[in-house]
């Protein structure tokens, strides 16, 4: 995918995962003053959750940089394995949280369908777009009982890299498929 016909894309993809890469460490500066109040455990999980999105977008800039070649698929099913990670991270804060019940739930199955993302062969296009859009949506769905609670500017920005985590996800999908299209590839 390296004409220039593709070039806003790659601008729009880029844009994001610096986005990404800046408000996770402004949630990394912010959570690190809450380090010796008494919740060191639940701040040390969230910022490794936090590091490990931005090794991945920075697997993202890779696989971009790469031109989203077939050849460079290893970025690709890298950033979904971190994106794994960072979602069993995610679990962990829960369950330390004692959040209800269907939060759990909703977490076990972000981390199953993204585990498929990064697992299934050739899942093909619409069925991939419809586990991102499941996985937004159930990321919605979690997202509400949070923005009742008492919530620091640390924390949010960690939400808010999540929803950017699977922006980026959604992208690298597009860029796979264009590829293949370019390729001659279903």
Known sequence: MDDKKHLPFKIVH???MCLTI??????????????????????????????????AMVVGILYMASGY???????????????VIS??????????NKVN?????????????????????????????AILAALIIIE????????????????LGGELSMFMLYGTAGFMITAKYIDKTLRGSK
Do not use: E, H
């Open 69 to 83: 070649k077939k050849s460079a698929a290893g970025y690709y099913k890298l950033f979904f394995c971190l994106m």
């Open 101 to 129: 019940t269907l939060m759990i739930i909703g977490a076990v199955v972000t981390i199953i369908l993204a585990i498929i993302l990064m697992a299934g062969k050739d899942l093909g296009r619409n069925v991939s777009f």
């Open 87 to 96: 979602l069993i991270f995610r679990l962990m804060i829960f369950i330390t």
């Open 22 to 55: 800046v408000i996770t460490f402004v949630g990394i500066i912010q959570m690190t003053k809450r380090l010796g109040t008494g919740t060191d455990g639940v701040v040390m999980i969230r910022l490794l959750s936090s590091a490990v999105r931005v090794s």
């Open 140 to 155: 919605v769905l979690l997202k509400f009982p949070i923005s009742l609670s008492d919530i620091s500017i640390g924390q």
């Open 14 to 16: 880029l844009v994001l």
